[in-house]
């Protein structure tokens, strides 16, 4: 047991689909919590498809959905709707993150619930906030990116915004989104008192990108710049990737000599036997080396050049010096220690096989939280009415046999 | 009251520095918890002085420190290492990001510490996990980014690997760890039980890129490439960004046509009058869009560069494509709006002024936590001693007349 029974007994009703509101009750479930998805019969929550190369759910929704249960319930059949409200009666929390006014048109807004059930937190997710110019508009992942700042910092000096290949308008949200419910659930165990939680994308977004505004107002007042691999302002010089031998996409290593810490400059020199350079003028201070930063830089990589990016880091990370080879996907998929630490394990799915994927990176006592396998549309239907509203067989039977679940 | 109740009560004993700790306790002060930076009477937790441009605390640390309190205690002093462990068997949670081994180093280690508290929930940020090859090795936000795969899927596809502008390894890491603690709190709350939380920013890192692996599975088994403002994989085009009138860096708005959608580009068409091109076979399905990859995002560049970006937006996310203005933070921060939701706020800070930063982007009850200001370094001295520890005035003296506190 290793933090899976740290939510125990915290029952959320999950209408939500893709990625930031599956991101965030994956998170809960992966500590305990009882997590239901209602989802459409006929296909589901859409992220069941996406990306799919055949006819099992898709890799990307069991990246999100794993520790989950399913139950299949037509929303547009009025006893589907009442079988959702009894649903939510029972819960803890309840999630959606459909387009803006979707839940509202459903039947199943804030006000109806909060009047079945007071104590609930009813979280919501959309793209824009309340009040925004941009509140009705649809919204993914890159456009929050787009709209909240990310991309104008990301990529070359010279080049056009870059999108960031991790999915901070998705799951960076729906972390946001754990943190508060879980918050709000503590003040409820002590108060007994609901909430009404919601989150925009694109204010999210701005949660992880404050340096660049600290930057921003440190300096000229005018936009942060993109900055390629550098930090966001430039950094001194050395700091960025530097290409090593091999010469492919991804042979580089991450130097960082902290201006916080003058004897990174020098302990780098001394890894590149290049103690001629101690205390050259030139290169002395880091603002002298942001004066001569293409020499800088130059040196630097007439040094990486001769070695693998394996070897660069070892290199220069055992001289106490920060450093990091840049590794892609597939280096960590075959790096044993990832599984050896829980931080990448196997999901037993009855339909996709075995399959290795990331779960929940914190270890408690030692250990990663265990990944279950992601459910199958509607598996547990009979399981869930039966233990969240204590229906009979006969009962569930009906439903089924009406279409009300699936 | 908006959220600011909610972890009424808890405290926490915050050891941490720089950005991933501080930005996990951070969040946990904006909803109530009692957060008490431990820092060097000389100089502090090293944030204050990131990136300064005058004798204030830097711009960086007020990001991460908000709505804290702070007491300076010299830990090279045995009676300050001993005013720590008084503390921590009066806190609920404690948190570190040292350097590996430093903690332990101190005498302030998980087993030390729960030998005096038994029910502490004890946290540790670093760079690797325990097991990692690297476990030893230094790392910033920037290494973690390298080693966590997330700079191989970041930047053009021709170019090198870029940094995002967002500080995954740091504050990514930093919600990770402050679910975790939640989750071991409501635990705590019903059996009394500790935790001993460990998560390396490596190992984050992965949690917000599973997409990419999702692609790696699905396609070839090589690794995810580099995708410039498109998604991993490439996605089917129209997707990225498109270049608007006025031919600044962000002057970009960004499209995206989901496959899911097939409307998508029939409606695109007819925003850009282009119905002629309406059942198309060079342009009618995503498959055959990809094929001819470069003449759709010439029609569509042809139809961008004639509006500006905020109209491009307006006209294609009112024909219910998602669509979004590549901004910038100046945009951004001359937004009105943000700050009438609650998104920015102003930081009343007595040294540094009225400042206007980004707060918990989460609304509770329609409003976001309030912004209190970062604490000036052992401002909370007598505070702190006094509601933690019930010390009086001459015993808070003596500590301070003798070094022990700042």
């Given at each position: 047991?290793?933090?899976?029974?740290?939510?125990?007994?915290?029952?959320?009703?999950?209408?939500?689909q893709f990625?930031?509101?599956?991101?965030?009750?994956?998170?809960?479930?992966?500590?305990?919590?009882?997590?239901?998805?209602?989802?459409n019969?006929?296909v589901g929550d859409p992220g069941r498809t996406a990306?799919?190369?055949?006819?099992?759910?898709?890799?990307?929704f069991?990246?999100?959905?794993?520790?989950?249960?399913?139950?299949?319930?037509?929303?547009?059949?009025?006893?589907?709707?009442?079988?959702?409200?009894?649903?939510?009666?029972?819960?803890?929390?309840?999630?959606?993150?459909?387009?803006?006014?979707?839940?509202?048109?459903?039947?199943?807004?804030?006000?109806?619930?909060?009047?079945?059930?007071?104590?609930?937190?009813?979280?919501?997710?959309?793209?824009?906030?309340?009040?925004?110019?941009?509140?009705?508009?649809?919204?993914?992942?890159?456009?929050?990116?787009?709209?909240?700042?990310?991309?104008?910092?990301?990529?070359?000096?010279?080049?056009?915004?870059?999108?960031?290949?991790?999915?901070?308008?998705?799951?960076?949200?729906?972390?946001?989104?754990?943190?508060?419910?879980?918050?709000?659930?503590?003040?409820?165990?002590?108060?007994?008192?609901?909430?009404?939680?919601?989150?925009?994308?694109?204010?999210?977004?701005?949660?992880?990108?404050?340096?660049?505004?600290?930057?921003?107002?440190?300096?000229?007042?005018?936009?942060?710049?993109?900055?390629?691999?550098?930090?966001?302002?430039?950094?001194?010089?050395?700091?960025?990737?530097?290409?090593?031998?091999?010469?492919?996409?991804?042979?580089?290593?991450?130097?960082?000599?902290?201006?916080?810490?003058?004897?990174?400059?020098?302990?780098?020199?001394?890894?590149?036997?290049?103690?001629?350079?101690?205390?050259?003028?030139?290169?002395?201070?880091?603002?002298?080396?942001?004066?001569?930063?293409?020499?800088?830089?130059?040196?630097?990589?007439?040094?990486?050049?001769?070695?693998?990016?394996?070897?660069?880091?070892?290199?220069?990370?055992?001289?106490?010096?920060?450093?990091?080879?840049?590794?892609?996907?597939?280096?960590?998929?075959?790096?044993?220690?990832?599984?050896?630490?829980?931080?990448?394990?196997?999901?037993?799915?009855?339909?996709?096989?075995?399959?290795?994927?990331?779960?929940?990176?914190?270890?408690?006592?030692?250990?990663?939280?265990?990944?279950?396998?992601?459910?199958?549309?509607?598996?547990?239907?009979?399981?869930?009415?039966?233990?969240?509203?204590?229906?009979?067989?006969?009962?569930?039977?009906?439903?089924?046999?009406?279409?009300?679940?699936?």
């Open positions: 047991m290793s933090g899976e029974n740290c939510l125990a007994g915290l029952r959320i009703l999950d209408l939500s990625e930031a509101g599956p991101s965030c009750t994956e998170a809960l479930a992966w500590m305990g919590a009882d997590v239901v998805k209602i989802e019969p006929k990306g799919r190369t055949d006819a099992n759910d898709a890799l990307y069991l990246q999100y959905n794993a520790n989950k249960r399913s139950l299949a319930v037509n929303l547009k059949n009025p006893r589907g709707l009442e079988l959702v409200k009894a649903l939510a009666a029972t819960a803890d929390v309840m999630i959606e993150n459909f387009a803006p006014g979707a839940i509202e048109r459903l039947g199943l807004g804030y006000e109806v619930i909060r009047a079945i059930n007071p104590a609930i937190i009813y979280c919501q997710v959309k793209g824009f906030g309340a009040g925004s110019p941009y509140e009705n508009n649809l919204a993914f992942d890159m456009i929050a990116q787009a709209c909240g700042g990310l991309m104008s910092i990301t990529g070359e000096e010279d080049g056009p915004p870059c999108k960031p290949g991790a999915t901070i308008g998705d799951t960076g949200t729906g972390m946001l989104m754990a943190i508060s419910i879980l918050g709000a659930y503590v003040r409820r165990l002590r108060t007994g008192q609901g909430e009404h939680l919601q989150v925009a994308m694109q204010d999210a977004i701005l949660h992880y990108i404050r340096n660049a505004f600290a930057y921003m107002d440190r300096t000229d007042g005018k936009a942060a710049p993109r900055a390629g691999s550098r930090t966001v302002g430039g950094g001194n010089p050395p700091i960025g990737v530097y290409p090593c031998k091999g010469g492919g996409p991804n042979d580089y290593v991450y130097i960082y000599t902290s201006a916080a810490n003058p004897e990174h400059w020098n302990r780098l020199l001394k890894v590149m036997g290049r103690e001629d350079l101690i205390d050259d003028p030139r290169y002395a201070t880091p603002v002298a080396r942001t004066e001569h930063r293409a020499e800088v830089d130059r040196i630097v990589s007439e040094w990486t050049i001769r070695h693998d990016k394996h070897t660069a880091m070892h290199l220069v990370g055992s001289a106490t010096i920060p450093a990091g080879a840049v590794l892609d996907t597939r280096e960590i998929a075959e790096d044993p220690t990832f599984r050896q630490r829980g931080i990448r394990q196997t999901m037993k799915h009855p339909a996709v096989g075995d399959y290795v994927m990331s779960g929940w990176p914190v270890r408690f006592s030692g250990q990663a939280p265990a990944i279950t396998a992601a459910p199958l549309l509607g598996e547990h239907g009979e399981q869930v009415l039966s233990e969240w509203l204590s229906y009979d067989a006969a009962r569930i039977s009906e439903l089924k046999g009406n279409g009300v679940v699936g």
